[in-house]
């Protein structure tokens, strides 16, 4: 029966450890800290100013907020968008927070 739990638990973690990599999103088993760019337009003028938009997560078994494109446009005034980028950070599962951040004019 040890035996079984012991193969049961290696496999548990073999399959959390390859639903990192089966992501587009670089994501760690244990703790999570990217930044990246999302996008970015043609517009070639200087951004101005950036807005912020934020989710949180608390056991990946709640997810609330609003971290829209649209949101972040609204916090920080912004009309036309330059560039969007991304800011996740995750502990274990037990906490996540996930921004989106907008620079432009």
Same mark, same amino acid.
């Given at each position: 029966?040890?035996?079984?739990?012991? /193969?049961? +638990?290696?496999?548990?973690? =073999?399959?959390?450890?390859?639903? @990192?990599? &089966?992501?587009? #999103?670089?994501?760690?088993?244990?703790?999570?800290?990217?930044?990246?760019? /999302?996008? +970015?337009?043609?517009?070639? =003028?200087?951004?101005?100013?950036? @807005?912020? &938009?934020?989710? #949180?997560?608390?056991?990946?078994?709640?997810?609330?907020?609003?971290?829209?494109?649209? +949101?972040?446009?609204?916090?920080?005034?912004?009309?036309?968008?330059?560039?969007?980028?991304?800011?996740?950070?995750?502990?274990?599962?037990?906490?996540?927070?996930?921004?989106?951040?907008?620079?432009?004019?």
């Amino acid at each position: 029966m040890k035996k079984f739990g012991f /193969v049961f +638990a290696l496999g548990a973690i =073999s399959v959390f450890m390859l639903l @990192g990599c &089966a992501t587009p #999103i670089p994501i760690g088993t244990l703790y999570t800290r990217v930044k990246f760019p /999302v996008t +970015a337009t043609s517009n070639s =003028s200087a951004s101005s100013k950036t @807005g912020e &938009a934020e989710c #949180i997560s608390v056991l990946s078994w709640v997810a609330i907020g609003d971290c829209s494109i649209e +949101a972040a446009k609204k916090n920080g005034g912004i009309t036309k968008v330059n560039n969007v980028d991304w800011d996740a950070n995750n502990i274990l599962g037990i906490y996540g927070s996930y921004k989106v951040i907008v620079s432009g004019e």
